[in-house]
């Protein structure tokens, strides 16, 4: 029997002053296997498959069940990687006890080893009980996307004195609440840098500056598959958009000129079958 190599909770945290830790999301079992062969840290099942597989405006509709199949491909395809579920909105807002179902149904049923939540003080409550219950949970706090109509849209947190106060103290509640690691997204690395330093559990950063614990992009977006709009936090190491219209062009235009399927592509009767059949 193979030994049982995927990486844990406390792997991933022994990582903090040691080794940066990395993160990527995914949500297809092809990507999942292609993160874990390259030797990614951590996969973050990511509610943005709202927007980037499934065409909505925004995170918000998308449901537990669409999650759960995206959770399920993913842990198919890695078999090494810390994997972590987005828990979509109103998957844990409306009681403590759908929020520990739904947070039990991605490890029980998709397959996942821990469950990540948006929110700082406010969630506290929530974070502990799913934490009781035995579930490893990853805060979130800065720029929360399900809640970025209440932030004022998509927009950098903590960058005045009140929201800057906030951000420390959001950081420090989810620590306290059982956090494993939390992501601080759209936070001015100043003040990022100040929260990795004062907290024992990892920092992950999505546009918190070069001091987080740990990084984290959205994989459409490193790769160039994405073409909306892109953040100044993003670095685009690929531009598989541009190829991928290419190699479907390619095909087009073979197909059409007959090139395609050639003689190496194409299977062949046998000659007492062709003359059988009088071919």
Known sequence: ????????????????????????????????????EAG???????????????????????????????????????????????????????????????????????GCQAVKIEGGKEVCDIIKAIVRAGIPVMAHIGLTPQRASSLGGFKVQGRDITSARKVLADAQAVAEAGAFAVVLECVPKELAARITSTLSIPTIGIGAGPSCDGQI??????????????????KRYAN???????????????????????????FNLSEEIRKALGL
């Open 40 to 110: 990614i840290d951590l996969i973050l099942v990511g509610d943005s498959a709202a927007m980037l597989v499934l065409g909505y405006e925004d995170t918000i509709p998308i449901t537990m069940e669409e999650m759960l199949v995206f959770a399920k491909a993913v842990s198919r395809g890695a078999k090494r990687a810390l994997i972590v579920a987005d828990m979509p909105f109103l998957s844990y807002q409306t009681s403590i006890e759908e929020a520990i179902r739904n947070a039990g149904r991605f490890l029980k049923e998709g």
């Open 240 to 266: 598989f958009a541009e190829e991928g219209r290419k190699a479907i062009q390619k095909f087009i235009s073979e197909v059409k000129e007959g090139i395609f399927p050639g003689e190496e592509h194409s």
């Open 1 to 36: 029997m193979a030994a049982y190599s995927r990486l844990t909770i406390p792997d991933i945290q022994v990582k903090k002053g040691r080794e940066k830790i990395t993160a990527l999301t995914a949500y297809d079992v092809l990507w999942a296997r292609l993160l874990d």
């Open 217 to 234: 992009l959205v994989l459409p977006d490193l790769l160039g598959l994405f073409e909306g709009f892109r953040p100044r936090f993003v």
